[in-house]
């Protein structure tokens, strides 16, 4: 690989490593591989207890364009937020690090942001599963659904929103860097960092472009943020990420209804979700709903966070019919 290409990459990849051995050469071998070739590889090591740091030395000792950090077990947010310092990419791309992504997907998406000015290009997802079955309850598709066109960024969200299909996993769109630099978002070092990052940036954005392909190949395994037991951790994390966009919201105008609309769905996956805690944590959470997010609180959700048995026996019934 060219010197200067490497030194002025159009792409840098983020990726984030905790324990993932087992998938990690699959993941690397998906960025190694694009076809878009002047990319810079930012890997970051974040305290793995397995064999991960030793793959990751092992790759970039065969190509010359994957960096390695390494740090004490700080958290994905925190390791992104490294990865974000370090780039120097016109471009910048958040990955998984026991995902795939497909061989054209960078190619394919900085063409589209080269070619109309965009802020952000997103693009859809296929799901697979590793070593569960686990109903995720919703899907990565969008295709069909939108126009091929310039979106304005509160355009495009609400238009998302309105069916359902607003995704926040930064693993969905290339993303400006210029444009990260300009609105100064770093994530935050909570679970569900995603639903904050993507939210306001997504809002934020002026020029914003889709590509009508499933990109991106997310493994669903055990173990993972998404399909670890629910604890008032999550919940936390939840009320953190609503007071935050609160906060955005009470000093931008501006973006104050759309940030409604995020505020109503998290609240509402919160507290439903909630049901799965002990009586006294549930209570809890029902009063600070109540207190402070009674605008965006469905009843449903506070009867089944409440009564449990209630969400047991509706499932009861439809498995009957």
Same mark, same amino acid.
């Given at each position: 690989m060219d010197k200067n290409l490497i030194e002025n990459p159009k792409v840098s990849v983020i990726i984030p490593?905790?324990?993932?051995?087992?998938?990690?050469?699959?993941?690397?071998?998906?960025?190694?591989?694009?076809?878009?070739?002047?990319?810079?590889?930012?890997?970051?090591?974040?305290?793995?207890?397995?064999?991960?740091? =030793?793959?990751?030395?092992?790759?970039?000792?065969?190509?010359?364009?994957?960096?390695? #950090?390494?740090?004490?077990?700080?958290?994905?947010?925190?390791?992104?937020?490294?990865?974000?310092?370090?780039?120097?990419?016109?471009?910048?791309? #958040? #990955? =998984?690090?026991? =995902?795939?992504?497909?061989p054209t997907a960078l190619e394919e998406t900085y063409n589209k942001c080269e070619k109309d000015n965009l802020d952000l290009c997103f693009f859809d997802a296929d799901i697979f599963y590793d070593d569960i079955k686990y109903d995720l309850h919703f899907d990565y598709k969008r295709c069909h659904l939108l126009e091929d066109k310039i979106y304005d960024g509160i355009e495009i969200t609400n238009i998302l929103l309105d069916i359902n299909k607003f995704r926040a996993s930064p693993c969905l769109y290339l993303l400006n860097a210029n444009f990260l630099k300009e609105i100064k978002l770093a994530f935050k070092n909570v679970i569900y960092e995603d639903e904050l990052f993507g939210s306001l940036l997504y809002i934020q954005a002026k020029r914003v472009g889709f590509i009508c392909q499933s990109f991106f190949l997310r493994r669903v395994r055990s173990n993972s943020t998404i399909t670890k037991s629910y604890s008032t951790r999550n919940l936390n994390s939840y009320f953190y990420i609503l007071n935050q966009l609160i906060e955005f919201s009470n000093e931008n105008n501006y973006y104050k209804k759309t940030i409604d609309r995020f505020c109503k769905n998290i609240v509402n996956v919160a507290v439903y979700r909630a049901n799965s805690l002990r009586l006294n944590e549930r209570l809890s959470c029902v009063i600070i709903s109540l207190s402070k997010y009674h605008t965006y609180i469905k009843i449903k959700s506070i009867i089944v966070c409440i009564f449990p048995f209630i969400l047991k026996k509706d499932k009861r019934v439809q498995s009957n019919e």
């Amino acid at each position: 690989m060219d010197k200067n290409l490497i030194e002025n990459p159009k792409v840098s990849v983020i990726i984030p490593v905790y324990n993932t051995e087992k998938y990690l050469r699959e993941a690397l071998d998906s960025i190694v591989n694009q076809t878009l070739k002047e990319i810079e590889i930012i890997t970051i090591n974040d305290g793995s207890t397995d064999s991960s740091l =030793d793959v990751l030395n092992e790759y970039a000792q065969k190509d010359n364009r994957i960096i390695v #950090f390494s740090q004490e077990n700080k958290g994905q947010a925190i390791a992104r937020n490294l990865g974000i310092e370090k780039s120097k990419g016109r471009y910048v791309y #958040f #990955f =998984d690090s026991d =995902d795939i992504l497909l061989p054209t997907a960078l190619e394919e998406t900085y063409n589209k942001c080269e070619k109309d000015n965009l802020d952000l290009c997103f693009f859809d997802a296929d799901i697979f599963y590793d070593d569960i079955k686990y109903d995720l309850h919703f899907d990565y598709k969008r295709c069909h659904l939108l126009e091929d066109k310039i979106y304005d960024g509160i355009e495009i969200t609400n238009i998302l929103l309105d069916i359902n299909k607003f995704r926040a996993s930064p693993c969905l769109y290339l993303l400006n860097a210029n444009f990260l630099k300009e609105i100064k978002l770093a994530f935050k070092n909570v679970i569900y960092e995603d639903e904050l990052f993507g939210s306001l940036l997504y809002i934020q954005a002026k020029r914003v472009g889709f590509i009508c392909q499933s990109f991106f190949l997310r493994r669903v395994r055990s173990n993972s943020t998404i399909t670890k037991s629910y604890s008032t951790r999550n919940l936390n994390s939840y009320f953190y990420i609503l007071n935050q966009l609160i906060e955005f919201s009470n000093e931008n105008n501006y973006y104050k209804k759309t940030i409604d609309r995020f505020c109503k769905n998290i609240v509402n996956v919160a507290v439903y979700r909630a049901n799965s805690l002990r009586l006294n944590e549930r209570l809890s959470c029902v009063i600070i709903s109540l207190s402070k997010y009674h605008t965006y609180i469905k009843i449903k959700s506070i009867i089944v966070c409440i009564f449990p048995f209630i969400l047991k026996k509706d499932k009861r019934v439809q498995s009957n019919e």
